[in-house]
């Protein structure tokens, strides 16, 4: 199999990754909207309105703009049920409380139950759709999740006049962000024990296509292939990433798909492009990624899928159990199996596969026996048929070698210049590694090594020449030992995990033998000197012509004295004389023509004499007789053919398949480097060198070589010259290949900049890593400590307490430490004046929550403490009367009160000033606790185990929690705090429709929720940096409690 040096070979290789790439990134984009009347029963002018009013503000659960997109949904939703009330019920669900993972939580989720036609689909079960509609503090949540919320509400509206076979139930929940409340209500709902599947709709990114994440099994899966959606996106690397930890944020496909009684089958679909802008301020609509076809992405996806769901019938929601294998081609069809199949085939194959190419080699070797001496024994004859091969064993390990370390040590140059490049430009870091790739596997392969070779008995198949061999390639067989040795490990390794991703290995090897077997094949039906000689035929000694033995070989000539080969300079008229010679001999060219030595003419080529006195004692054993023009041409033609199957079987299919995983890998890693975790930056790193070395690893045995064309052979009237008068066989593409590797390089690396721009500042240098549409993320939080005075139960002012308790506020900032250190904070006046006031000024330690990220603090100042809004009613104190309690120090944001009982069990009460979410903390874990909320039951806590924290969400404002705990030993001690996310920028009123509520106009009588520091963050932070939330709370107030 020779690499090609022709034209033809360099525009077919070309081609076919040019055919592949331009095929995968147009269909990576978002398909254009239909008109109003192909959108099958959606109205994407409605939702995009529907999506402006719901992404007006930040509205987390702690928000008074989440009650706003509460009633704003109630208004869209009720004409709907008031239109069919047989069959659409709608509830406000204000009762669904529940306590899970040592959180307390009260439920405000919205319900929707659209009745089947079947009323034998009962036993089916009903299909769940379930989006979130809070968002985080520091977004207004256009992606995450209000694009999955206006696409709820157009299934609802369309289901109610269109009615499926099966029950439909929609959960608009509330409390996603805040570890996954939302969902965690639902099922305490009476309506979840309906449902057997589920539809979760997320938003973990900025717009883009919708990716569906992961599902439980092919049962839902199915649901998912066209035509039911018209352009499915999805991967399960994607399942196996969170799977194996590397995502490390969460859906509440956890909460459906999880252990318990409540366990469903179900889908995960999700944005996943534009990580950097996600739960960002740029989660808006005017920076979302793809506009309104994003939007109508989500929502033909979701009404595809869940239209499937609702009309199948109930034997194929029974089968179809276990993991699966999925993946899209070309965003046209999805490719699925299960997991099972794939073990399958990998062991099978693995067994077969070695088997196989053993038989095959003994067969292409037997015959290749015909081009030895008959008389010797099979096994000679079969051992002398080995070809020696090395060298082209030593040119695929020595590429291999030089790829893995050469893209090591891009790894090692991006990690230690320009660590986080990959988050601006993952195409150009991606380009490097594939030009470099390509470069370092094509060089070894063009190079000449020494004339020296060694065999490995029965590892080759072919018996003739390696330059103008098909099927024989050392380079195909070495990497089917590759591929094959990676499955094999691969196999090994994931035998007791669901670990799909690996079908592109396998696909991989599977080709590679494929093309190995057409070569042995074609070998077996051609033979081997028919290869080497173009079509010539052997003929075996013992063949006499009449009466005269003819000798086929050498024929020795000795010149006469006089002649130009002789010892004098005459022109005589000897055996050796140019007159004396044939006419054949004559017309050949200088390099068939004669060789001297020893004044011997030695003539190569056939010559048929009659034995003379200078004829070898020892007999020739046959001949050699010269092809024909036509059957070296015909030869010709059925090698370039064998040459083209071997590419088509060898390299599309996994070239196509590492493609598809490389887009969704450049659009989904490189921005998670900003947001820590272990391995960071090398991580990332790995993944793509790994995709540039697989993406060109099928087209290696393919590449040019100095003995190696498809246009070898040589002219009928011609014998084949030695190796080393071959000509070179230039590839012109590794030129082109380095040029683009040192270019890519230079900008990445920020040489470029550097060396054009050095006077610069390094942010405006080229090569920088952080732009305004890939803005740095940096983890916002404000800690104020309650401090000073506390009194006991017995004192005089225990009813109308006077003290007033001192203050410390920190500002804290979270993110990669050179750029945090170095040009966020030196940018924020707070951090400018505490540095300069000289007491304790600014301080950075490394993250212990955020692996490779640093954690710097500061002294707020007294402008900068939060305010947490409230109309009246602060002032008085609550009549806590009990005995052997300790109360806190008034303060404006939270009232706390600690009791001890009994001996181990403590009361603590704990009310935050307009807000509903509010924590204890314990500096040494409980063995139980339960929460009592004011006017309310007990509601049972964490039972069995220890917990040192619990979280308390009141869908009340101003909630007074009543938590019991249990402790062992005399002592306890620990924090309570109360959360605040409001802050005025983000609660600045707008005409967009929303329904208004009690604190509608707070804002406007000065008494709405304010934080300083967090405008300032926004005002301040340089262009490529944008703030974000690092917990449930911007502000978290705290004070210490011990008792």
């Known amino acids: 199999m020779p690499g090609w040096s022709s034209l033809f070979g360099t525009v077919l290789v070309f081609g076919i990754y040019l055919s592949i790439l331009t095929g995968i990134l147009l269909t990576d984009q978002l398909a254009p909207v239909p008109k109003p009347t192909r959108q099958r029963g959606l109205n994407l002018t409605q939702a995009w309105a529907d999506l402006h009013t719901i992404a007006s503000l930040p509205h987390p659960y702690n928000s008074h703009a989440n009650d706003r997109v509460h009633a704003y949904l109630l208004s869209r939703l009720a004409p709907v049920a008031a239109e069919f009330p047989g069959h659409v019920h709608l509830v406000d669900d204000a009762v669904s409380n529940g306590t899970w993972e040592n959180t307390y939580f009260e439920g405000t989720n919205i319900l929707v139950k659209i009745d089947g036609t079947d009323e034998n689909a009962e036993d089916d079960g009903a299909v769940l759709f379930s989006a979130h509609y809070d968002s985080v503090s520091t977004s207004t949540g256009t992606t995450d999740d209000g694009m999955a919320v206006a696409t709820l509400l157009q299934l609802v509206h369309k289901y109610a006049r269109t009615r499926p076979r099966r029950t439909a139930v929609f959960n608009f929940n509330n409390g996603e962000e805040d570890h996954l409340n939302g969902?965690?209500?639902?099922?305490?709902?009476?309506?979840?024990?309906?449902?057997?599947t589920f539809i979760n709709l997320e938003g973990a990114a900025s717009g883009g296509r919708p990716l569906l994440f992961r599902s439980t099994s092919p049962t839902p899966l199915s649901a998912y292939l066209p035509p039911h959606v018209p352009h499915p996106h999805t991967n399960v690397l994607a399942a196996n990433a969170f799977a194996r930890g590397l995502i490390r944020s969460q859906t509440d496909y956890v909460v459906y798909a999880g252990a318990g009684e409540h366990t469903m089958q179900g889908l995960d679909i999700s944005f996943y492009k534009g990580r950097s802008r996600y739960h960002t301020r740029y989660d808006s609509v005017p920076w979302l990624e793809g506009g309104e076809r994003a939007l109508w992405a989500m929502m033909e996806t979701a009404d595809g899928a869940g239209w499937a769901l609702l009309n199948r019938g109930g034997e194929e929601e029974a089968k179809g159990a276990g993991d699966a294998v999925y993946f899209d081609l070309f965003g046209r069809t999805v490719i699925l199996f299960s997991l099972t199949a794939l073990r399958v085939f990998d062991v099978v194959f693995l067994i077969t596969a070695p088997i196989l190419m053993l038989i095959l080699s003994f067969f292409?070797?037997?015959?290749?026996?015909?081009?030895?001496?008959?008389?010797?024994?099979?096994?000679?004859?079969?051992?002398?048929?080995?070809?020696?091969?090395?060298?082209?064993?030593?040119?695929?390990?020595?590429?291999?070698?030089?790829?893995?370390?050469?893209?090591?040590?891009?790894?090692?140059?991006?990690?230690?210049?320009?660590?986080?490049?990959?988050?601006?430009?993952?195409?150009?870091v991606l380009l490097s590694a594939l030009s470099l790739a390509y470069a370092t596997f094509a060089i070894p392969l063009a190079f000449r090594f020494p004339a020296f070779s060694f065999s490995f008995p029965f590892l080759h198949t072919s018996t003739t020449s390696p330059k103008t061999s098909t099927a024989s390639s050392p380079r195909l067989l070495p990497l089917f030992v590759l591929t094959y040795a990676l499955l094999l490990t691969t196999t090994l390794l994931t035998r007791h995990a669901p670990l799909g991703g690996t079908y592109p290995l396998s696909a991989l090897a599977a080709c590679v033998f494929a093309g190995w077997v057409v070569g042995a094949v074609e070998e077996l039906a051609l033979g081997p000197r028919a290869e080497e000689a173009g079509g010539a035929e052997w003929e075996e000694e013992g063949e006499e012509e009449g009466e005269r033995r003819m000798v086929t070989g050498v024929r020795f000539e000795v010149p006469e004295p006089g002649t130009e080969n002789g010892t004098g300079n005459g022109t005589g008229t000897g055996i050796g004389s140019s007159q004396a010679r044939s006419p054949d001999f004559q017309s050949r060219s200088p390099d068939q023509q004669a060789q001297t030595e020893n004044g011997i003419e030695i003539r190569e080529g056939e010559e048929e004499t009659e034995p003379t006195e200078i004829t070898p004692l020892i007999a020739q054993h046959g001949r050699v007789h010269p092809p024909t023009r036509s059957r070296t041409q015909d030869h010709k033609i059925v090698r370039t053919l064998v040459w083209v199957l071997q590419l088509l079987l060898v390299v599309p299919l996994p070239v196509m398949l590492f493609a598809h995983v490389g887009v969704m890998v450049v659009g989904s890693m490189g921005q998670g480097v900003g947001d820590g975790g272990k391995g960071g930056v090398v991580i990332v790193y790995t993944v793509f060198s790994l995709l540039a070395i697989f993406f060109l690893l099928p087209v290696v045995p393919f590449l040019p070589s100095p003995s190696t064309s498809l246009s070898s052979l040589p002219p009928p009237t011609q014998t084949q010259t030695s190796t080393a008068k071959q000509p070179a066989h230039h590839n012109p593409l590794i030129p082109l290949s380095l040029l683009t590797f040192a270019l890519t390089l230079a900008y990445t690396s920020s040489l470029l900049g550097t060396l054009l721009t050095p006077l610069s500042l390094p942010a405006a240098r080229l090569g920088f890593p952080f732009t305004v549409n890939a803005p740095l993320k940096i983890f916002f939080e404000q800690n104020v400590e309650v401090l000073g005075a506390r009194w006991e139960s017995s004192s005089s002012s225990a009813q109308n307490p006077n003290v007033t308790a001192e203050v410390k506020a920190l500002t804290i900032l979270r993110g990669v430490s050179y750029y945090l250190e170095r040009m966020v904070v030196p940018a924020l006046p707070s951090a400018v004046r505490a540095a300069a006031d000289g007491e304790g000024?600014?301080?950075?330690?490394?993250?212990?929550?955020?692996?490779?990220?640093?954690?710097?603090?500061?002294?707020?100042?007294?402008?900068?403490?939060?305010?947490?809004?409230?109309?009246?009613?602060?002032?008085?104190?609550?009549?806590?009367?009990?005995?052997?309690?300790?109360?806190?120090?008034?303060?404006?944001?939270?009232?706390?009160?600690?009791?001890?009982?009994?001996?181990?069990?403590?009361?603590?009460?704990?009310?935050?000033?307009?807000?509903?979410?509010?924590?204890?903390?314990?500096?040494?874990?409980?063995?139980?606790?339960?929460?009592?909320v004011k006017k309310w039951s007990v509601v049972n806590g964490s039972g069995e185990g220890t917990t040192d924290l619990v979280r308390l969400w009141s869908r009340t404002w101003g909630r007074e929690f009543v938590l019991d705990v249990e402790v062992e030993g005399g002592r306890v001690g620990g924090r309570v705090a109360c959360e605040w996310v409001e802050y005025a920028s983000g609660m600045t009123r707008n005409d967009v429709g929303v329904v208004g509520g009690e604190h509608e106009g707070m804002l406007e009588r000065g008494k709405g929720s304010r934080i300083p520091a967090y405008e300032e963050a926004l005002k301040f932070f340089p262009r490529w940096a944008v703030p974000t939330k690092v917990a449930d709370g911007l502000v978290e107030v705290w004070a210490a409690f011990e008792v």
Not at 879 to 908: A, D, Q
Request: glycine fraction near 8%.
């Open 183 to 196: 969902a965690h209500a639902f099922l305490q709902h009476p309506w979840s024990n309906l449902t057997s």
């Open 364 to 428: 292409t070797r037997l015959s290749a026996t015909t081009s030895t001496p008959r008389g010797e024994g099979l096994i000679h004859r079969l051992w002398s048929a080995q070809p020696k091969h090395g060298l082209w064993w030593l040119r695929f390990w020595v590429a291999l070698l030089l790829t893995v370390a050469a893209q090591a040590g891009l790894a090692w140059v991006y990690a230690r210049f320009n660590p986080y490049i990959v988050y601006s430009s993952p195409y150009l």
């Open 841 to 932: 000024g600014v301080e950075c330690v490394d993250d212990e929550d955020r692996v490779g990220l640093k954690r710097c603090w500061w002294a707020s100042g007294t402008g900068m403490y939060p305010q947490p809004g409230s109309e009246d009613g602060w002032d008085s104190y609550p009549e806590w009367n009990e005995k052997n309690t300790t109360y806190l120090s008034r303060n404006p944001w939270l009232k706390s009160s600690v009791t001890r009982l009994e001996e181990g069990k403590v009361r603590i009460r704990l009310q935050g000033r307009n807000s509903r979410a509010c924590r204890v903390y314990f500096e040494s874990p409980t063995s139980s606790s339960s929460v009592k």
